[in-house]
């Protein structure tokens, strides 16, 4: 049975609409175009698949939450990919590549119930490397200079916003303060949700609004005690913004999604670091998980998975660090544990 509630058709073009208003100004048409065809034709065909595929058992905000990734990161990796200077009859291959590599370790990773956060994470770390990777190939074969490579390599997009979504928050909590200083009238707490919802037009001015909406959505989906656990460590003024937006039953319909990814993306950021994560311990994390699993069973548990990613797990059964980034092997481990 197709996935009841899920207009993948109409999605997509409501995702579409909206990266027209977010696509970099200096973009000619055919750039602008590209951009959008992209993304509509990735979200399209993912939303189909979705929603014609009966054996995933996903419902409709599963389906409306992996269609919005694929959406997004082919917005990103798309305008990354014109800015790089690489010539247009490789961008396609490369796009095809990261869409197919986030259908995949989304659909893995929602089967397995991995938290949100952590599905994010996973899909970060696999967009770039399967970019990187794909430009890489190119200067391989001699079809770029190793400085276009180089270029091309460092192109972040999503990063970029980020930066500009931190400036203007920055700026807002400014001006909010040089008003209360000069006596200008400034509503205390936080803003509450307008007529029932979520305001639509104050991005700019009211930036934590949205971030508070957002973690509503996560938490609508985890268990009370938990989230209880989480918002006694809020302001008092700020858990009661979250609970009233947990209450309501459109929440995800209220929030703009690419405002409510943007903000995932910087609570993430945000984040405190995992401690103590050194090779020895990411090492010794992984030859635990092969007490419950034989060899066999962690190869069907990373077959998907990319080359390096296997190669950190299997040297770290042979008491070995693969090098990689602390905070993608805690990643990496964290996926393990909870797939065993």
């Given at each position: ?38 993304l509509l034709n990735f ?122 979504a931190a400036a203007q ?172």
């Amino acid at each position: 049975m197709a996935i009841e509630g899920f207009d993948y058709k109409g999605f997509a073009q409501n995702l579409t609409q909206q990266a027209l208003e977010l696509v970099p100004p200096e973009f000619n048409d055919v750039q602008k175009q590209y951009v959008a065809n992209t993304l509509l034709n990735f979200s399209t065909v993912a939303g189909e698949a979705l929603y014609n595929d009966t054996t995933l058992n996903f419902n409709a905000d599963t389906a409306v939450l992996i269609t919005q990734i694929i959406a997004e990161w082919s917005f990103h990796k798309s305008v990354d990919l014109i800015r790089s200077g690489i010539p247009q009859q490789y961008w396609d291959p490369i796009m095809q590549k990261i869409a197919f590599t986030i259908f995949e370790v989304a659909k893995q990773a929602f089967k397995q119930n991995l938290p949100q956060d952590q599905i994010l994470q996973l899909i970060e770390h696999h967009v770039r490397k399967t970019y990187v990777d794909a430009i890489g190939e190119l200067q391989q074969k001699n079809l770029i200079t190793e400085e276009l490579r180089d270029r091309a390599s460092k192109m972040s997009n999503i990063d970029d916003m980020m930066q500009q979504a931190a400036a203007q928050e920055q700026a807002a909590q400014q001006q909010a303060a040089q008003q209360q200083a000069g006596g200008a009238p400034v509503q205390g707490g936080v803003p509450q949700p307008v007529q029932g919802g979520v305001p639509q037009q104050q991005n700019q001015a009211q930036p934590k609004i949205f971030k508070l909406a957002t973690l509503a959505m996560l938490f609508q989906r985890m268990k009370e005690e938990k989230v209880q656990t989480i918002l006694n460590k809020f302001e008092p003024d700020d858990a009661t913004s979250v609970i009233r937006f947990m209450e309501m039953d459109d929440l995800n319909k209220q929030v703009d999604p690419r405002i409510a990814m943007r903000c995932l993306q910087e609570i993430k950021m945000n984040m405190p670091q995992a401690k103590d994560v050194t090779p020895s311990k990411l090492i010794q994390r992984i030859q635990n998980i092969s007490q419950y699993v034989d060899r066999a069973q962690m190869e069907q548990i990373l077959k998907l998975e990319r080359q390096r990613v296997k190669r950190f797990v299997f040297n770290a059964l042979e008491g070995e660090f693969y090098e990689i980034a602390p905070r993608i092997g805690n990643i990496i481990a964290s996926h393990i544990e909870d797939s065993v």
